[in-house]
C-alpha cells in the first residue's frame, strides 16, 4: 500500500508537469501574436514577455491550486541562502561560453562577434533609456527561464528522482526557451548549458536567483547593448566586458574547486 501511494503521488507530481509545461508551451508560443511584429519592437518585446511572465504565473497559481500547495517565493527558487553558491556553480560551468567567444575573437575578430551578438532590435545611437530597457527585458527573460521554466517544475517534482526531473525540465524547457518551434533557433549549447547545467545547478542550491544572474552574465547580446554605449569605443569596451566576464567564470570556478564542491 505505501509503494502503491508512493507511485500514486509521482504519477500525480508527473501530470502536474506535464500540465504546467502544456499552458506553458500554449502561453509562450501564443504571445507572439498578441501584438504584431510589426508594431513598434520595443512595444512588441515588452508585451511579449510581460504577456509570458504574468501567463506563467497564473499557471504556476493554477498547478499549486490542484496540487494543495501554497504559494511561497521559494518555491520559485527566490530564497536569500544560496544565491552565492548557485552563483558561483552556474558562472563556473558557464566558463566555456566566454572561453569560446575569446577564441572565436582571436580567429574570427571582433567585427564578426560584434554581428554575432548583436540584438536585431538595437541600433546605434544607444541611449541610457535602451541600455535600462534591455537590462530589464533580460532580467525577465530570466526569471521566466529559470525561476518559472526550471525552479518551478523542479520543486513540484521534489521527491522523484533528481536525475529524472532534470531530464525531462530540461527537454521541456529547450522547447520553449527561443521559441524553437517557431524559430527555427535550436541551439545546442543553449540547451546544454542553459538547460541541462543550470537545472543541475538548481537541483544542487535550490536557488534561482544567483542562476539568473549567471545567465546575465553570459547573455552576449546584453552586453553588446552595454558595450554600445561607448560608441565608436564599442569594440574595446566589448572585449574588456568579455575578458572580466572570463575571468568571473574562471575564478567562480577556481573558488569552488579550492572548496571542493566540483
Not at 494543495?68 to 517565493?73: E, R, Y
Not at 540547451?191 to 549567471?214: C, D, M, Q
Amino acid at each position: 500500500m505505501v509503494i502503491q501511494g508512493s507511485n500514486n503521488l509521482a504519477s500525480r507530481k508527473i501530470r502536474s508537469i506535464m500540465l504546467f509545461y502544456l499552458l506553458a508551451y500554449l502561453i509562450v508560443y501564443s504571445s507572439t501574436f498578441v501584438i504584431s511584429s510589426n508594431s513598434h519592437v520595443l512595444l512588441y518585446l515588452t508585451t511579449t514577455i510581460g504577456t509570458v511572465l504574468a501567463g506563467m504565473f497564473l499557471a504556476a497559481l493554477l498547478i499549486l491550486k490542484l496540487n494543495n500547495k501554497k504559494l511561497t517565493p521559494s518555491i520559485f527558487g527566490i530564497r536569500g541562502e544560496g544565491i552565492k553558491e548557485s552563483f558561483l556553480l552556474a558562472a563556473a560551468l558557464s566558463t566555456p561560453i566566454s572561453l569560446l567567444w575569446l577564441i572565436g575573437m582571436k580567429i574570427l575578430g571582433i567585427d564578426t562577434l560584434l554581428v554575432a551578438a548583436k540584438p536585431s532590435w538595437a541600433n546605434f545611437p544607444i541611449s541610457l533609456g535602451i541600455l535600462i530597457f534591455a537590462v530589464l527585458f533580460w532580467v525577465l527573460v530570466g526569471i521566466v527561464a529559470f525561476a518559472l521554466w526550471q525552479a518551478f517544475p523542479y520543486e513540484l517534482m521534489h521527491g522523484i528522482s533528481p536525475k529524472f526531473a532534470i531530464f525531462l525540465i530540461a527537454i521541456l524547457w529547450s522547447g520553449l526557451y527561443n521559441t524553437p518551434l517557431l524559430t527555427g533557433k535550436l541551439d545546442p549549447a543553449d540547451i546544454l548549458f542553459f538547460g541541462f547545467l543550470f537545472t543541475w545547478v538548481y537541483h544542487k542550491t535550490r536557488n534561482s536567483v544567483g542562476i539568473v544572474i549567471a545567465y546575465l552574465l553570459n547573455e552576449n547580446p546584453l552586453w553588446w547593448v552595454i558595450a554600445a554605449i561607448f560608441g565608436a569605443n564599442i569594440r574595446t569596451a566589448f572585449v574588456i566586458f568579455l575578458i572580466f566576464r572570463t575571468l568571473v567564470c574562471l575564478v567562480s570556478a577556481v573558488l569552488l574547486v579550492r572548496r571542493n564542491y566540483l
